[in-house]
């Protein structure tokens, strides 16, 4: 395929790196503390205010507990039901012989397509009379009684829209896996359950770990799947009380930002007790015959993604498709401008490319740390950056807002698109830590010592040698960061330079005014891009991001 | 499974000129003159005001839009360093806390001239420009007219169990509980809403859902502004089986809240900002508000459109609110130990 060398993923893992080979230099140690302290920021700007403002004095009366205990409870049942979905899906899509293989490898992470807020939107309106579904059915003789709401419908909605955070780097995991160990196991005598349990689960714990912690971060951040579903987490304290009684909002996003770090310290306990093995040989990996569970299989697999992919696309369409033809009919004309959704998605598509691409960037240095020197300061950095990704966008806005007029040089960059980049990548760029560290680690160490006898210097060993290696998973970590930025909004409105609108930001407009059948075009538009772009982007690079 | 090299630079070298084509078009001219407006209320519904403006007075407006609160929240952290002349809020809320903070100015007299005495405050750091009326929407097949309610305090009675709903999170809602906390006193305000509850009341957080669920006949009443169900029944004609219905007048349940509009401190150009200010408040901009988006004119001498319920309303203006912040923290406490809001 290229020139560079013959490296399959497996392959790669020969001679890899051993974490803990020497302290870090100090060029790398300077640039990892100076990103994470601007990633610091945010955080930081809660806990001053929460000092000062008086909050932590809410913070034991029992009112305050209230939602934090709530989001614990959504977050871990959501955390626990992708872990086990993710998992189930990888397991079925690379390790069987299920049917249709290929056509479910690419559908199964492209529900990580709809912002939270459009996702849970349509569900719940396409469940209740006049919505597509109820209408469905009833055309059957079934009245539908369903009422998505409060503590099962927010778990519903997140597991849906976020298992393909523990799909992704399980499905990597394991399409790696040599299948010299569970033949092993078989011919020792284990049924293939209990290979599963005894070998091929140990050996993905990690990769579950990870993707499960992303899972917990996005449901303790997330605002629309909540608010729709009038379920009162912490971000809804926070967004109720934002205005008035600040002491309370960021009292509660005190307590968020608690909440993370102590999560994205257990988690890094885990990943470190799971010793992988280091895989050698470079055979395809086994493939299970499910036999008779063959159909039992693909039907779970397609009610998954009907239920996550298909029945809210089902849903914008019918409200889009409703308006349209509306207009032909003469009725009422759509009131959306063409000239503005082109324009609007080609703000989309740069502002969160730029984005990826700077992120990427920005955790390479981080990703070196961690994956080459074993150091404390790894873990607080690595610490601080993920816990970005907890914190709401509201919040994430606010702080550089400040930051920018009152404490920084910068103020003249107040209102442009700097700012608005750097919020995205403080707010998303966690996503790409983990691949990031992925790839790095995939860089055989005799290809980097050969190049560094021949007399190459850092900078041409890491353009010449490491980046083209490395490519394929920063771009798949890059896709990670370029889908969350396009479905960004609350940093968007209020960070973004003037008469700058992306897709959410016509959206959440349409939505305001009521505008349904516009808002279900431009949804649509928005998910049919993002669509394309993880298939490209990450699908199309699964296998690095693990 | 990867990128050979060539292309992957390709890939990159496409992405830098995205950068760049992009920030060069975000940058504009500004040596004409211009104003900068942070508006809390939807492009869709002013966007049309703003461009006339530029139109007819060749004014460049520099325009923020989102949540009034975010807007608040923006410019309270901006402080004297904002670079909004204007706010434009869905309601008086946040910009009497904006006033509290001490970031409004004044506006120039004729300015308020044009709007009664009820519509701004006493300081003159802010105009109503647009009314929303609360009103009870209830679905016109399940419910005859004889057992409408004349009062809002009606709502808590046995034969309305189970079939109220209240926006309780909402913050029009919250504008409306305000005043009508400080109009009836802590005591009377917080009773009605417990028995509310009592009496088995659904929570919903918006309006519109409101609107929609009396229509199917989820529920049959809701506590909600006016305009939804104008806006709903235009676009689904007899299929929107609700209709409002305005309590007898003079009754709290039936307040205005009004959408305000106030001129920042920091402003380097305020005769401007006044300008746009009596452009919004002018016949025509007041007659688009109301035939086009369904709202209540409050400019003096303007009538509000034919199909909105035209008896006199209260405007919430005609309360004296000293502390916003701290009225509407109270009203959350409030409604947040209802119990409304844990359904």
């Not at chain 1, 690379?94 to 492209?110: G, M």
């Not at chain 1, 379920?231 to 304290?237: K, N």
């Not at chain 1, 830590?433 to 006898?453: C, E, W």
Request: charged content about 15%.
């Amino acid at each position: 395929m290229t020139t560079t060398p013959k490296t399959t993923p497996s392959a790669r893992r020969v001679a890899r790196y051993q974490t803990g080979t020497g302290r870090p230099p100090w060029q790398l140690s300077g640039s990892a503390v100076f990103i994470a302290v601007l990633f610091a920021l945010p955080g930081g700007y809660v806990v001053w205010r929460a000092i000062t403002g008086g909050s932590l004095s809410l913070l034991l009366e029992g009112r305050a507990l209230r939602p934090l205990w709530r989001t614990i409870q959504l977050a871990v049942l959501v955390s626990v039901s992708t872990a086990i979905l993710g998992t189930a899906l990888a397991w079925l899509t690379v390790r069987t012989d299920l049917p249709l293989r290929r056509l479910w490898r690419v559908l199964a992470p492209l529900p990580l397509v709809y912002p939270s807020f459009i996702g849970a939107a349509a569900f719940h309106s396409g469940l209740t009379p006049g919505g597509i579904v109820h209408d469905l059915v009833g055309q059957f003789g079934f009245n539908l009684e369903l009422r998505l709401h409060g503590l099962t419908g927010a778990w519903l909605v997140l597991t849906l829209f976020a298992y393909p955070y523990v799909y992704l780097p399980v499905a990597a995991r394991l399409a790696t896996l040599p299948s010299s160990l569970e033949e092993n196991a078989r011919l020792l005598g284990d049924r293939p359950f209990q290979v599963f349990r005894r070998v091929v689960l140990p050996q993905t714990t990690s990769s579950i770990a990870a993707g499960s912690l992303l899972v917990f971060l996005y449901t303790v951040s997330d605002f629309g799947a909540v608010h729709l579903m009038r379920f009162e987490t912490l971000t809804q304290t926070i967004y109720r009380n934002r205005l008035f009684d600040q002491t309370r909002a960021f009292g509660m996003a005190f307590l968020l930002l608690a909440l993370a770090l102590l999560v994205v310290a257990a988690e890094r306990t885990v990943a470190r007790r799971s010793a992988q093995i280091e895989v050698t040989g470079d055979r395809s990996p086994l493939n299970v015959a499910l036999g008779l569970w063959r159909i039992p299989a693909a039907a779970s697999c397609s009610l998954i993604v009907g239920l996550a992919l298909f029945a809210p696309a089902l849903s914008l369409a019918d409200w889009g498709l409703f308006g349209w033809l509306q207009q032909r009919r003469g009725l009422a004309a759509l009131r959306l401008d063409w000239g503005d959704l082109a324009s609007a998605t080609w703000s989309t598509v740069w502002i969160s490319s730029v984005t990826a691409v700077i992120a990427v960037a920005v955790m390479l240095p981080i990703a070196y740390l961690l994956a080459r020197h074993r150091s404390r300061l790894g873990g607080v950095v690595n610490s601080v950056v993920i816990a970005g990704f907890a914190m709401p966008g509201l919040v994430v806005a606010i702080s550089l807002i400040f930051w920018t007029l009152h404490a920084s040089p910068f103020e003249f960059l107040i209102g442009s698109m700097p700012v608005l980049v750097f919020a995205y990548i403080v707010h998303f760029g966690a996503q790409a830590v983990r691949t990031a560290q992925v790839a790095v680690t995939s860089v055989p160490k005799r290809m980097d010592d050969a190049a560094r006898l021949l007399g190459a210097n850092r900078l041409r060993r890491l353009i010449t040698v490491e980046l083209p290696i490395m490519a394929p998973g920063l771009t798949a970590g890059a896709g990670l960061v370029m889908l969350s930025t396009m479905k960004e909004l609350p940093a968007t409105l209020l960070v973004a330079p003037m008469g700058f609108r992306t897709l959410t930001v016509e959206i959440w407009d349409t939505y305001e005014a009521l505008y349904l059948a516009e808002m279900g075009i431009l949804a649509l538009v928005l998910v049919a891009i993002s669509a394309v772009l993880t298939w490209y982007l990450v699908v199309r690079r699964a296998n690095h991001l693990a | 499974m990867y990128l050979p090299k060539r292309r992957s630079n390709r890939l990159s070298a496409l992405l830098i000129t995205l950068a760049l084509v992009g920030s060069s078009t975000a940058c504009g001219s500004n040596n004409e003159q211009s104003l900068t407006i942070y508006s809390g209320r939807s492009e869709k519904l002013v966007g049309p005001i703003f461009e006339s403006f530029s139109t007819a007075t060749g004014i460049t407006l520099n325009v923020k839009y989102g949540s009034s609160n975010d807007m608040a929240l923006a410019l309270a952290t901006e402080k004297d360093k904002t670079p909004a002349d204007i706010f434009l809020s869905r309601s008086p809320g946040p910009t009497g806390y904006l006033d509290d903070l001490g970031l409004l100015a004044e506006l120039n007299d004729d300015v308020l001239k044009e709007v009664d005495s009820g519509t701004k405050p006493a300081n003159g750091h802010w105009v109503g420009f647009a009314g929303r009326a609360r009103v009870l929407v209830y679905n016109i097949d399940e419910v005859v007219k004889e057992d409408l309610p004349n009062s809002v305090f009606e709502l808590a009675k046995p034969k309305y169990k189970d079939l109220v709903a209240i926006p309780g999170s909402n913050s029009s809602f919250q504008d409306w509980f305000t005043v009508f906390r400080l109009r009836n006193g802590d005591n009377t305000a917080t009773d009605w809403l417990n028995s509310m509850v009592a009496n088995g009341a659904r929570f919903y957080p918006k309006n519109r859902a409101i609107v929609e669920a009396v229509s199917r006949g989820e529920v049959h009443f809701g506590l909600v502004n006016h305009y939804y169900n104008h806006q709903e029944s235009e676009k689904n004609g007899d299929a929107q089986r609700s209709e409002n219905h305005t309590f007898t007048s003079g009754d709290d349940g039936g307040l205005m809240i009004m959408a305000t509009a106030s001129i920042l401190k920091s402003s380097d150009d305020k005769d401007l900002a006044n300008r746009f200010l009596s452009f919004l408040l002018s016949d025509i901009q007041q007659r688009y508000l109301t035939d086009t988006v369904f709202e209540y004119p409050l400019a003096i001498g303007v009538a509000p459109a034919d199909r909105l319920p035209q008896q006199p309303i209260d405007t919430v203006g005609a309360v004296d609110i000293d502390n916003m912040a701290a009225e509407f923290t109270r009203t959350m406490e409030i409604i947040e130990a209802s119990g409304i809001l844990d359904q």
